[in-house]
């Protein structure tokens, strides 16, 4: 039985209960620096008066009370209608820490073992093929797979399957000719089939690579649950934290209040990107398919940062907090392989880590944790300057910008809005 914490969590900012952005209703005992915060306003306001991006909504929250909220510029540019805090935003892949703790705390009712082999709830997932080479008239070369991928390995992407930012291994050649196709699929069980269907593109254990394991892992939740991974997510996560803004994105649900999602035309000028397959979804996305507010994630992002305690009471044990925010990667695999590599960043159980020895190359402290989505959406926790923060922007990154601007500027800049003493 899943405790009651009820639906609005004591201390933590609900999606249409936040504090005022006024500075001087700050605690004296907060460890913000207002001149810090003041840049980040003019620079966020900068960019949203320029249309790089629509708009912004920002939360800094540190353990003594400092906290630091506001919007910018506009939900939707045509419309009018100006960001409010209570903002919806599709936070793409920021949906994946939240599933990650669904799964942990179906780890802690004894539902679910990390070392369980994913072929124990997913029969087609036996039998993996892996690519290893392409032959002279481009066909894909494989041998088997040498063990069984296992939950372990969905959560800290290590599986082997198709992975975004290394497209030398020779099974990604495959995944880019058919990654559309996964967006096609009518449910999340069809999903599981269709990933199940392609090679690894390393054998399990072996490798780290970005990839569709939380999809894999909302299958899962649904095989074990005997529920959608809508409802489960909703039981585990989402009603005990107050997150009562957060569900996921379908075709057909109502928009009226859903940040309107921009890319750049040719001439860099903001245009809404009405073709998106994130709003064309057939099935839960559960990898990246949540839709959530600034507030709500800032209530994940807390409970987070408390070690899993919410009200008094352990949500979330501080065994599985630990395991998802320490770097689960051996050396040999060096800085995760995205563009977030600058961050000196390994990966544990549902976050990037960042890591002393890997090279920090951000303002961020060894030990943070963090995580970002492609629709221009980022949070991070450090728990040596005790904050929690989140921006949320909707932007689809092209050719023609830099794809993690926000994330960059942010974390240095929300970093060095910390004043220890």
């Known amino acids: ?188 069980a069809d999903a599981s089939k269709w990933i199940a269907s392609l090679p690894l593109v390393f054998q399990p254990g072996e490798g780290w690579g970005y990839s569709f394991s939380l999809d894999v892992l909302g299958r899962i939740i649904e095989v074990r649950t005997g529920k959608s991974v809508e409802d489960a997510l909703e039981e585990l996560v989402l009603s005990p934290l107050g997150m009562t803004h957060t569900y996921y994105n379908r075709a057909g649900i109502d928009r009226s209040n859903l940040a309107t999602l921009y890319i750049s035309d040719a001439d860099g000028k903001l245009q809404p990107f009405e073709d998106a397959a994130i709003d064309k979804m057939r099935f839960p996305m559960s990898g990246g398919g949540l839709i959530s507010t600034a507030g709500d994630y800032m209530n994940f992002l807390e409970m987070m940062r408390r070690r899993g305690e919410v009200n008094g009471e352990q949500f979330l044990s501080q065994a599985s907090v630990e395991a998802m925010t320490r770097n689960a990667l051996p050396e040999a695999m060096g800085p995760i392989r995205l563009e977030l590599n600058m961050m000196g960043a390994g990966f544990g159980l549902g976050f990037g880590v960042v890591s002393e020895d890997r090279g920090i190359q951000s303002l961020l402290a060894p030990g943070d944790y963090f995580w970002a989505g492609a629709t221009d959406t980022f949070a991070f926790v450090s728990p040596s300057r005790d904050i929690s923060a989140v921006i949320l922007s909707q932007y689809w990154p092209n050719e023609r910008t830099r794809e993690w601007d926000t994330l960059y500027d942010f974390a240095d800049m929300a970093s060095a809005a910390v004043v220890q003493p």
């Open 1 to 188: 039985m899943i405790p009651a914490f009820g639906l609005v969590v004591a201390g933590i900012l609900t999606g249409c209960q936040m504090v005022s952005s006024d500075m001087s209703e700050q605690p004296e005992t907060s460890r913000l620096d207002p001149v810090q915060l003041s840049r980040i306003s003019e620079h966020l306001e900068a960019n949203s008066a320029a249309q790089s991006r629509a708009g912004y909504v920002v939360i800094i929250r540190n353990g003594t009370g400092g906290e630091y909220v506001k919007a910018f510029g506009m939900r939707d540019i045509s419309a009018g209608a100006p960001m409010a805090l209570d903002t919806e935003f599709r936070i793409a892949s920021l949906t994946k820490p939240v599933v990650s703790a669904a799964v942990m705390r179906l780890v802690e009712r004894g539902d679910l073992r990390l070392t369980d082999p994913v072929v124990r709830y997913l029969p087609e997932f036996a039998q993996m093929e892996v690519g290893v080479g392409l032959a002279e008239d481009g066909t894909l070369q494989t041998e088997p797979a040498k063990r069984a991928i296992t939950i372990y390995d969905l959560l800290t992407h290590t599986a082997g399957l198709g992975a975004s930012g290394q497209a030398e291994l020779p099974a990604n050649v495959v995944y880019a000719k058919r990654y559309a196709e996964f967006f096609e699929q009518e449910s999340l």
